[in-house]
């Protein structure tokens, strides 16, 4: 089992940047991917980015491909979620999540999820 502690939202303003962290614990060598997920009220939790554990590989949803960037340092068993050019649309808690099946895509399924981080940006 993998444990996930998110930091770093807060409220921010339309085209500000923010950098979310989450820090790995337990039994990281079995995450082979990574995600971060965003759920807005009323709507549904979606995918946002994530990345494999062995080559780096990415996928970003459409929407933020030009402004947000996923990364991982192995070493110190942490992901993160650097936000450029932030949007009210952006609005939502942001939850990290891991894949510990080697069969899994870059968009899941997930089976460890974090408590989440608010994002608020207003216009």
């Known amino acids: 089992q993998v444990q996930l502690k998110e930091s770093g939202g807060e409220l921010v303003q339309a085209g500000d940047s923010l950098r979310l962290s989450c820090a790995v614990s337990?039994?990281?060598?079995?995450?082979?991917?990574m995600g971060w997920f965003r759920q807005a009220p009323g709507k549904e939790r979606e995918i946002v980015a994530s990345?494999?554990?062995?080559?780096?590989?990415?996928y970003y949803k459409d929407s933020v491909k030009d402004r947000f960037i996923i990364s991982r340092d192995n070493a110190k068993n942490t992901v993160s979620l650097q936000m450029d050019n932030l949007k009210p649309e952006d609005t939502a808690v942001y939850y990290c999540?891991?894949?510990?099946?080697?069969?899994?895509?870059?968009?899941?399924?997930?089976?460890?999820w974090g408590q989440g981080t608010q994002v608020t940006v207003s216009s």
């Open positions: 990345i494999t554990y062995i080559g780096g590989r990415t």
């Open positions: 337990g039994r990281t060598f079995s995450s082979y991917v």
């Open positions: 999540a891991a894949a510990s099946s080697p069969t899994t895509t870059m968009t899941g399924p997930f089976d460890s």
